[in-house]
Nanobody, 126 residues
Framework: QVQLVESGGGLVQPGGSLNLSCAAAGPIFSIQLMGWFRQAPGKEREFLAASRWSGHRTYYADYADSVKGRFTIFRIHESAVYLQMNSLKPEDTAIYYC?????????????????WGQGTQVTVSS
């Protein structure tokens, strides 16, 4: 069973930046895809970014239109993924989740992921 633990959330002013981290433990050799989602109160879980194994020692990155150009996903090695968030807005306030899957074929829907972290709160407010 893969376990995911997020960190790095907190309170930030509008226009500020935060870096989220997600560490994976367990049978990480099976992980081909890692992604970030968020969920605000009363809203559905929203895809943000994904890092999927290309099969050639590199990872492809994919982004939701809502965060493209502001958020960057990094996956330096198979057991960790990071989300750098810049130019944060109040509407970015949500619980942010890390997710992982053994199948990289689909990456922009929550049901494509097998494992989830507990989430970390991000609040953007002055």
């Amino acid at each position: 069973q893969v376990q995911l633990v997020e960190s790095g959330g907190g309170l930030v002013q509008p226009g500020g930046s935060l870096n989220l981290s997600c560490a994976a433990a367990g049978p990480i050799f099976s992980i081909q895809l890692m992604g970030w989602f968020r969920q605000a109160p009363g809203k559905e879980r929203e895809f943000l970014a994904a890092s999927r194994w290309s099969g050639h020692r590199t990872y492809y990155a994919d982004y939701a239109d809502s965060v493209k150009g502001r958020f960057t996903i990094f996956r330096i090695h198979e057991s960790a993924v990071y989300l750098q968030m810049n130019s944060l807005k109040p509407e970015d306030t949500a619980i942010y989740y890390c997710a992982a899957s053994s199948n990289p074929a689909t990456w922009d829907t929550a049901r494509a992921y097998d494992y989830w972290g507990q989430g970390t709160q991000v609040t953007v407010s002055s």
